[in-house]
């Protein structure tokens, strides 16, 4: 096999599953041995499934992601498990069910490896958690454990949420995939809130077919979220796979590249022409985007929307609350209805012009994140993700490059709504052109 089991794929392992090559119970044992070494430096989990190494696992092939571990960012309810979101308020809180989401993945009988860390309820404040690239630098946020498990070997897969970047930009930071698909099309039922127009599911993995893999299984209509959609992604015709015609490509240049720093933007460039040479027809477009509008207006919803999910509780116990998540909360509390009105009409308005401009292109993309990780003060800017996740549209980002000071630079890629399969098809196409193979030196880390 071309990976050690740490790095190999859900496809990969699913073979070898299947096959016999290896048991389920090989494959726990051999990843709880690599957390048992790294998570000390690297901060992965809150809870550790109990029941991992004890229980006799049965294989029976119904499912690829059957035998398959995956971690749960810890605002996931979990039966087994305790849901902490990270912080003292909910520090021994077990729901005694569990999420839409991990219902489904017990379903695909995959391996729940435990909770992950997550910044304080989803919010901005740095974790514990450590980039294995680089342990000055940050792991982003707020899906941080989940992001540094798949990229230091932990497990294959995880689940993470994102209200403005959280997955894509520790999946930026981290060199791994990060895919967050449309607005509705994955229950939330189960998932502590931040903001609830705002609010995606997602996931990590170390491939597009991977993610896509995922998307099979959690996709669906779910009564219990009052946004679900009844639409059902036809995977039967529409089977993501590596195009035989290049795409058609928009790249949003004006913000992204006035906000990337030098070494982003060099080497996003050399990616354009890239696939460009690869056969991709490549336009710029976006410039009738208002990026400050969309940002101010994002921010209004979320802090708005996240003060109404924690009065109760800042109410009570206001010093329980992480520094970022206090601001957040504190600020909405303090703006007028008629700004949240606005911003929710001006998100409507943006939504609309963004399925306009993805009528011509079959994706748009931009950098991930300004720069690579930067340092553990903060958990990066959010800003490059952000509208994205306020017109509700599916975005994946994926590694392409290392930066001048050796950490990795992910590309953002868009579609239109509940066009989720052919954003999986062209990042296929994209991720073959890159073909990424870097992976972190943890234990030459020289905070090691």
């Not at 011509?360 to 800003?383: F, R």
Request: aromatic share 8%; charged share 20%; net charge negative.
């Amino acid at each position: 096999m071309e990976n050690p089991l740490e790095y190999s794929t859900i496809e990969e392992l699913s073979g070898l599953l299947s096959s016999s090559k290896l048991s389920t119970k090989e494959l726990i044992f051999h990843l709880l041995e690599r957390s048992k070494r790294l998570d000390p430096l690297l901060n992965v989990w809150v809870t550790i499934n109990p029941d991992l190494a004890s229980k006799n696992y049965v294989h029976n092939n119904t499912s690829v992601l059957d035998g398959i571990p995956i971690g749960i960012k810890d605002i996931y309810c979990t039966e087994d498990m305790k849901t902490t979101c990270c912080s003292p308020i909910y520090e021994e809180y077990n729901p005694g069910y569990d999420a839409q989401a991990v219902k489904l993945l017990r379903q695909g009988n995959a391996v729940i490896m435990g909770k992950t860390v997550t910044t304080q309820f989803a919010c901005g404040d740095p974790p514990p958690t450590k980039n294995p690239w680089n342990f000055s630098r940050t792991p982003g946020g707020s899906s941080s454990g989940s992001a540094v498990g798949v990229a230091s070997g932990i497990f294959p897969a995880a689940l993470g949420s994102q209200t403005a970047g959280s997955v894509l930009r520790p999946a930026s930071y981290n060199g791994i995939v990060g895919f967050k698909p449309t607005y509705g099309l994955v229950s939330r039922h189960g998932v502590f809130p931040v903001a609830l127009s705002l609010d995606t599911m997602g996931w990590f993995t170390r491939s597009v077919t991977d993610a896509t893999i995922l998307l099979r299984h959690l996709e669906g209509y779910d009564h219990a979220d009052k946004d679900s959609q009844n639409i059902t992604l036809d995977f039967a015709s529409l089977e993501p796979k590596v195009p035989s015609t290049p795409p058609l490509i928009g790249v949003v240049e004006n913000f992204y590249y006035e906000n990337s720093d030098h070494s982003t933007l060099e080497n996003f460039k050399l990616l354009i022409e890239k696939l460009s040479k690869a056969g991709a027809k490549v336009e710029v477009t976006g410039k009738t985007f208002n990026f400050d509008q969309i940002i101010n207006s994002h921010k209004t919803i979320m802090n708005c929307e996240a003060s109404h999910t924690h009065k109760n509780n800042h109410g009570l116990r206001p010093h329980d609350f992480a520094p970022k998540v206090k601001e957040i909360i504190e600020d909405g509390l303090r703006t007028p209805v008629y700004e949240y009105i606005e911003a929710k009409h001006f998100q409507q308005e943006f939504t609309t012009q963004v399925s306009e401009v993805l009528k011509k292109y079959d994706v748009l993309i931009m950098p991930t994140a300004m720069s690579g990780a930067p340092t553990t003060e903060s958990t990066g800017q959010p800003v490059f993700q952000a509208p994205w996740t306020m017109a509700g549209v599916p975005a994946i980002s994926l590694p392409y490059e290392l930066d001048s000071d050796g950490m990795p630079l992910g590309v953002q890629i868009i579609s239109t709504h509940f066009d989720d399969l052919k954003l999986l098809s062209t990042s296929m196409w994209i991720e073959k052109v890159v073909n990424f193979t870097q992976k972190p030196s943890i234990l030459n880390n020289q905070s090691f």
